[in-house]
């Protein structure tokens, strides 16, 4: 029999889980007990300290409620998130890459025409964005769905200013034909801040770090036989690249928007001024 004691805490913990029946449910808590205990092992935490702790956590719950998850944010500035999301999408060689989906993607968004612009609040440097929904043997998917989304020029999404910022300002579903191209209006991603005003804003002050995110635009796409990709296209040359709140970058995901002055072209597009374009393909992986 052995009690409890500073040198055996983690194993008298852990037999007590002996006749768990559920096998992943039991490696999952002997794994967070062994890791918590060497982790108060390493800490050493003062009785305050470890009050504290309780405290936060009970603050982070607090902060939740139907439009706010402060726990998924919790997760996301300590690359958590990033790290199910990489662990949970391994991609063969050439499939567009995953990262995180973030609290700001809407299930009714609007459906739009190709070409549309869906930019509402007439803030912002004009873009024109396009590219093709490919396979793994470079031929184009066809009926492909992209599902779009970014904050606006002032680096807040609509759901965020719903009195601000006109109804599904910046974002739609698009469907793309035989060929799988898609092409869209909007306008070129600024960097933005993730919400500091709940405990995670709290810890990433106290620690010294900034809470920014690198210019991006979201996307999921989807096509029937192959596994759907939440992914982002970040801005080359952005601020905070090298440094994001929630760890999201990955270099494949990194494209260049390249502003066109030519006035013919300016003009052919439909635009009044110059604008950037962004070409981004999407490779999906069939289903097993
Ligand atoms: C986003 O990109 O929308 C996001 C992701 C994680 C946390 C906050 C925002
Ligand atoms: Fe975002």
């Known amino acids: 029999m052995q009690y409890f004691s500073e040198k055996h805490s983690a194993e008298v913990v852990i037999k007590q889980y002996e006749n768990c029946k559920n096998l992943r449910l039991k490696k999952i808590m002997e794994s967070a007990i062994t890791h918590l205990h060497d982790f108060v092992k390493d800490v050493e935490p003062t009785q305050e300290e470890w009050s504290y702790v309780i405290d936060y956590l009970t603050k982070t719950g607090?902060?939740?409620d139907d439009k706010r998850?402060?726990?998924?944010?919790?997760?996301?500035?300590?690359?958590?998130?990033?790290?199910?999301?990489?662990?949970?999408?391994?991609?063969?060689?050439?499939?567009?890459?995953?990262?995180?989906?973030?609290?700001?993607?809407?299930?009714?968004?609007?459906?739009?025409?190709?070409?549309?612009?869906?930019?509402?609040?007439?803030?912002?440097?004009?873009?024109?964005?396009?590219?093709q929904i490919l396979d793994t043997n470079n031929n184009p998917i066809e009926h492909a769905e992209i599902d779009v989304w970014q904050a606006n020029e002032d680096g807040f999404y609509d759901i965020q200013q719903p009195d601000v910022q006109p109804e599904m300002n910046l974002r739609g579903v698009f469907k793309t034909d035989k060929d799988g191209k898609y092409y869209f209006r909007s306008v070129?991603?600024?960097?933005?801040?993730?919400?500091?005003?709940?405990?995670?804003?709290?810890?990433?002050?106290?620690?010294?770090?900034?809470?920014?995110?690198?210019?991006?635009?979201?996307?999921?796409?989807?096509?029937?036989?192959?596994?759907?990709?939440?992914?982002h296209v970040f801005v080359k040359g952005s601020e905070y690249l090298d440094?994001?709140?929630?760890?999201?970058?990955?270099?494949?995901?990194?494209?260049?928007?390249?502003?066109?002055?030519?006035?013919?072209?300016?003009?052919?597009?439909?635009?009044?001024?110059?604008?950037?374009?962004l070409e981004f393909n999407f490779v999906l992986e069939k289903t097993d």
């Open 62 to 64: 607090q902060k939740c």
């Open 243 to 277: 440094s994001d709140a929630v760890f999201g970058v990955k270099e494949s995901l990194i494209s260049e928007y390249i502003l066109i002055t030519d006035k013919n072209k300016i003009k052919e597009y439909g635009f009044e001024d110059q604008y950037y374009e």
């Open 69 to 131: 998850q402060e726990f998924i944010l919790l997760s996301d500035v300590l690359g958590i998130s990033a790290l199910v999301d990489t662990i949970n999408n391994r991609k063969s060689i050439n499939a567009t890459e995953s990262t995180v989906l973030g609290p700001f993607h809407v299930n009714n968004a609007p459906k739009r025409k190709m070409g549309e612009n869906i930019n509402h609040d007439g803030k912002g440097e004009p873009a024109y964005i396009f590219g």
């Open 188 to 231: 070129k991603p600024k960097f933005y801040s993730i919400p500091t005003d709940g405990p995670v804003g709290t810890m990433i002050s106290a620690t010294g770090r900034h809470p920014n995110r690198p210019a991006h635009l979201h996307y999921i796409v989807s096509a029937k036989g192959y596994k759907p990709v939440v992914t």
